[in-house]
Protein backbone atom coordinates (compact mmCIF):
# COMPACT_ATOMS: atom_id res chain seq x y z
CA UNK A 1 0.00 0.00 0.00
CA UNK A 2 1.57 3.15 -1.09
CA UNK A 3 -0.82 5.58 0.25
CA UNK A 4 -2.35 6.33 -3.23
CA UNK A 5 -5.66 5.17 -4.72
CA UNK A 6 -6.80 4.86 -7.83
CA UNK A 7 -10.29 3.70 -8.94
CA UNK A 8 -11.57 2.27 -10.92
CA UNK A 9 -9.16 -0.20 -11.51
CA UNK A 10 -10.01 -1.62 -15.13
CA UNK A 11 -12.75 0.38 -17.24
CA UNK A 12 -13.88 -0.01 -20.62
CA UNK A 13 -15.52 2.44 -22.83
CA UNK A 14 -16.53 3.76 -26.17
CA UNK A 15 -15.15 6.33 -27.98
CA UNK A 16 -18.38 8.29 -27.48
CA UNK A 17 -18.41 7.88 -23.57
CA UNK A 18 -17.46 9.69 -20.91
CA UNK A 19 -16.00 9.30 -18.14
CA UNK A 20 -13.58 9.95 -14.88
CA UNK A 21 -10.43 8.36 -13.19
CA UNK A 22 -9.72 9.40 -9.77
CA UNK A 23 -6.65 9.14 -8.09
CA UNK A 24 -6.51 10.43 -4.32
CA UNK A 25 -3.76 10.57 -1.91
CA UNK A 26 -3.42 10.04 1.67
CA UNK A 27 0.22 11.06 2.31
CA UNK A 28 0.03 14.90 2.79
CA UNK A 29 2.02 15.66 -0.12
CA UNK A 30 1.50 19.00 -2.38
CA UNK A 31 2.27 17.09 -6.04
CA UNK A 32 0.01 14.79 -8.14
CA UNK A 33 0.57 13.51 -11.66
CA UNK A 34 -0.61 11.43 -14.47
CA UNK A 35 1.55 9.25 -16.20
CA UNK A 36 0.21 6.96 -19.34
CA UNK A 37 1.96 3.45 -19.39
CA UNK A 38 1.18 1.66 -22.87
CA UNK A 39 2.33 -1.52 -24.43
CA UNK A 40 6.24 -1.49 -25.37
CA UNK A 41 6.59 2.10 -24.93
CA UNK A 42 7.66 4.11 -21.91
CA UNK A 43 5.89 6.13 -19.34
CA UNK A 44 4.99 9.27 -20.61
CA UNK A 45 4.26 11.85 -17.75
CA UNK A 46 1.07 13.75 -19.12
CA UNK A 47 0.42 16.79 -16.34
CA UNK A 48 1.67 17.71 -12.94
CA UNK A 49 -0.10 19.71 -10.16
CA UNK A 50 1.92 21.49 -7.51
CA UNK A 51 -0.44 22.86 -4.81
CA UNK A 52 -3.46 22.28 -6.91
CA UNK A 53 -2.16 24.80 -9.95
CA UNK A 54 -1.22 22.68 -13.06
CA UNK A 55 2.34 23.15 -14.11
CA UNK A 56 2.87 20.94 -16.45
CA UNK A 57 1.78 19.48 -19.15
CA UNK A 58 3.21 17.21 -21.70
CA UNK A 59 1.11 18.18 -25.31
CA UNK A 60 -1.34 16.09 -24.16
CA UNK A 61 -4.54 16.22 -26.30
CA UNK A 62 -7.42 18.09 -25.25
CA UNK A 63 -9.75 14.93 -24.58
CA UNK A 64 -7.80 14.59 -21.33
CA UNK A 65 -8.41 16.69 -19.07
CA UNK A 66 -7.44 17.10 -15.41
CA UNK A 67 -8.93 18.56 -12.49
CA UNK A 68 -7.01 18.89 -8.99
CA UNK A 69 -10.04 20.31 -6.50
CA UNK A 70 -7.53 20.28 -3.52
CA UNK A 71 -4.43 18.52 -2.63
CA UNK A 72 -5.67 14.83 -2.44
CA UNK A 73 -7.34 14.27 -5.08
CA UNK A 74 -6.78 14.22 -8.73
CA UNK A 75 -8.76 13.36 -11.77
CA UNK A 76 -8.28 12.64 -14.66
CA UNK A 77 -11.83 13.23 -17.00
CA UNK A 78 -11.86 11.25 -20.61
CA UNK A 79 -13.98 12.09 -23.70
CA UNK A 80 -14.20 11.08 -27.44
CA UNK A 81 -10.90 8.77 -26.85
CA UNK A 82 -9.47 7.03 -29.52
CA UNK A 83 -8.31 3.18 -29.32
CA UNK A 84 -4.92 4.55 -28.99
CA UNK A 85 -5.99 5.55 -25.59
CA UNK A 86 -5.79 2.48 -24.24
CA UNK A 87 -3.41 2.26 -21.70
CA UNK A 88 -2.47 2.01 -17.84
CA UNK A 89 -2.73 5.51 -16.19
CA UNK A 90 -1.04 5.79 -13.33
CA UNK A 91 -1.63 8.58 -10.45
CA UNK A 92 2.16 9.25 -8.81
CA UNK A 93 2.52 11.95 -5.88
CA UNK A 94 5.45 13.77 -4.19
CA UNK A 95 6.24 15.03 -1.22
CA UNK A 96 7.49 18.72 -2.13
CA UNK A 97 5.96 20.65 -5.29
CA UNK A 98 7.06 18.36 -8.16
CA UNK A 99 10.45 19.30 -8.27
CA UNK A 100 12.92 16.60 -10.05
CA UNK A 101 14.80 15.18 -7.60
CA UNK A 102 11.77 13.88 -5.69
CA UNK A 103 10.53 10.76 -4.75
CA UNK A 104 7.28 9.89 -6.66
CA UNK A 105 4.50 7.59 -4.86
CA UNK A 106 2.70 5.66 -7.62
CA UNK A 107 -1.10 4.27 -7.56
CA UNK A 108 -1.74 0.71 -9.37
CA UNK A 109 -3.26 2.51 -12.22
CA UNK A 110 -6.70 2.51 -14.06
CA UNK A 111 -6.38 -0.30 -16.93
CA UNK A 112 -8.48 1.82 -19.56
CA UNK A 113 -9.67 0.16 -22.76
CA UNK A 114 -11.22 1.92 -25.47
CA UNK A 115 -13.30 0.63 -27.65
CA UNK B 1 16.58 16.75 -23.70
CA UNK B 2 16.95 13.51 -21.59
CA UNK B 3 16.67 10.09 -22.55
CA UNK B 4 16.60 6.76 -21.11
CA UNK B 5 18.50 3.15 -22.69
CA UNK B 6 17.54 0.35 -21.16
CA UNK B 7 19.56 -2.90 -22.42
CA UNK B 8 17.71 -5.90 -22.36
CA UNK B 9 13.92 -5.94 -22.32
CA UNK B 10 14.26 -9.04 -20.69
CA UNK B 11 16.77 -10.93 -18.26
CA UNK B 12 16.50 -14.07 -16.79
CA UNK B 13 18.91 -14.94 -13.93
CA UNK B 14 18.78 -18.02 -11.24
CA UNK B 15 18.17 -17.47 -8.04
CA UNK B 16 21.47 -16.36 -6.08
CA UNK B 17 22.74 -15.42 -9.20
CA UNK B 18 24.03 -11.72 -9.60
CA UNK B 19 21.50 -9.51 -11.36
CA UNK B 20 22.69 -6.51 -13.41
CA UNK B 21 20.18 -4.36 -15.18
CA UNK B 22 22.09 -1.86 -18.18
CA UNK B 23 20.57 2.04 -18.12
CA UNK B 24 22.63 4.50 -20.08
CA UNK B 25 21.10 7.94 -20.19
CA UNK B 26 21.42 10.86 -21.65
CA UNK B 27 21.43 14.58 -20.62
CA UNK B 28 22.31 18.28 -21.47
CA UNK B 29 22.69 19.21 -17.96
CA UNK B 30 23.60 17.36 -14.64
CA UNK B 31 20.79 14.32 -14.12
CA UNK B 32 18.65 12.97 -11.59
CA UNK B 33 18.83 8.96 -12.03
CA UNK B 34 16.28 7.28 -10.35
CA UNK B 35 15.32 3.59 -11.11
CA UNK B 36 11.91 1.83 -10.31
CA UNK B 37 10.24 -1.28 -9.89
CA UNK B 38 7.03 -2.28 -10.49
CA UNK B 39 5.54 -6.01 -9.55
CA UNK B 40 2.35 -7.14 -11.33
CA UNK B 41 -0.36 -5.28 -11.15
CA UNK B 42 0.88 -2.78 -8.93
CA UNK B 43 2.45 1.04 -9.10
CA UNK B 44 5.96 1.75 -9.25
CA UNK B 45 8.08 2.05 -6.41
CA UNK B 46 11.53 3.61 -5.91
CA UNK B 47 14.63 1.59 -5.75
CA UNK B 48 17.31 4.24 -5.32
CA UNK B 49 18.21 7.51 -6.81
CA UNK B 50 20.64 9.37 -7.60
CA UNK B 51 20.60 13.53 -7.47
CA UNK B 52 24.46 14.48 -6.02
CA UNK B 53 27.48 13.02 -3.53
CA UNK B 54 28.39 9.91 -3.88
CA UNK B 55 27.83 8.21 -6.77
CA UNK B 56 27.38 4.27 -4.98
CA UNK B 57 23.73 4.67 -4.19
CA UNK B 58 21.78 1.99 -2.15
CA UNK B 59 18.49 0.83 -2.23
CA UNK B 60 15.79 -0.82 -0.96
CA UNK B 61 16.26 -4.77 -1.48
CA UNK B 62 19.68 -5.10 -1.70
CA UNK B 63 19.87 -3.48 -4.87
CA UNK B 64 22.47 -0.78 -5.52
CA UNK B 65 23.78 1.52 -8.81
CA UNK B 66 26.73 3.48 -9.41
CA UNK B 67 26.46 6.68 -11.41
CA UNK B 68 29.30 6.51 -14.09
CA UNK B 69 29.29 10.02 -15.67
CA UNK B 70 32.30 8.81 -17.96
CA UNK B 71 30.11 5.89 -19.73
CA UNK B 72 26.68 7.98 -18.74
CA UNK B 73 25.19 4.74 -16.93
CA UNK B 74 23.15 3.88 -13.87
CA UNK B 75 23.62 -0.09 -13.97
CA UNK B 76 21.25 -1.82 -11.32
CA UNK B 77 22.69 -4.59 -9.21
CA UNK B 78 22.28 -7.34 -6.90
CA UNK B 79 24.72 -9.67 -5.54
CA UNK B 80 22.02 -12.31 -5.10
CA UNK B 81 19.00 -12.68 -7.29
CA UNK B 82 15.83 -13.68 -4.86
CA UNK B 83 12.63 -15.12 -6.47
CA UNK B 84 10.91 -11.98 -4.95
CA UNK B 85 12.55 -9.59 -7.65
CA UNK B 86 11.09 -10.60 -9.99
CA UNK B 87 9.44 -7.68 -11.71
CA UNK B 88 9.72 -4.96 -14.27
CA UNK B 89 12.18 -2.42 -13.65
CA UNK B 90 12.43 0.96 -15.06
CA UNK B 91 15.60 3.61 -15.22
CA UNK B 92 14.25 7.33 -15.19
CA UNK B 93 16.38 10.86 -15.51
CA UNK B 94 15.64 14.66 -14.63
CA UNK B 95 16.70 17.42 -15.37
CA UNK B 96 18.19 19.28 -12.68
CA UNK B 97 17.27 22.94 -11.79
CA UNK B 98 13.82 24.43 -11.07
CA UNK B 99 12.10 22.02 -13.71
CA UNK B 100 9.10 20.42 -12.27
CA UNK B 101 9.24 16.68 -12.13
CA UNK B 102 9.49 15.72 -15.51
CA UNK B 103 10.97 12.34 -15.32
CA UNK B 104 11.76 10.30 -18.41
CA UNK B 105 11.66 6.60 -18.31
CA UNK B 106 13.55 3.86 -20.31
CA UNK B 107 11.35 1.06 -21.54
CA UNK B 108 11.68 -1.15 -18.93
CA UNK B 109 13.49 -4.66 -18.01
CA UNK B 110 11.25 -7.29 -17.11
CA UNK B 111 13.21 -9.48 -14.61
CA UNK B 112 12.70 -13.08 -14.41
CA UNK B 113 14.32 -15.32 -11.54
CA UNK B 114 14.78 -18.89 -11.92
CA UNK B 115 14.43 -21.39 -8.88
Known amino acids: ETGVTQTPRHLVMGMTNKKSLKCEQHLGHNAMYWYKQSAKKPLELMFVYSLEERVENNSVPSRFSPECPNSSHLFLHLHTLQPEDSALYLCASSQGEGRPNEKLFFGSGTQLSVL | AQSVTQLGSHVSVSEGALVLLRCNYS??????LFWYVQYPNQGLQLLLKYTTGATLVKGINGFEAEFKKSETSFHLTKPSAHMSDAAEYFCAVSAGGTSYGKLTFGQGTILTVHP
Open chain 2, 27 to 32: SSVPPY
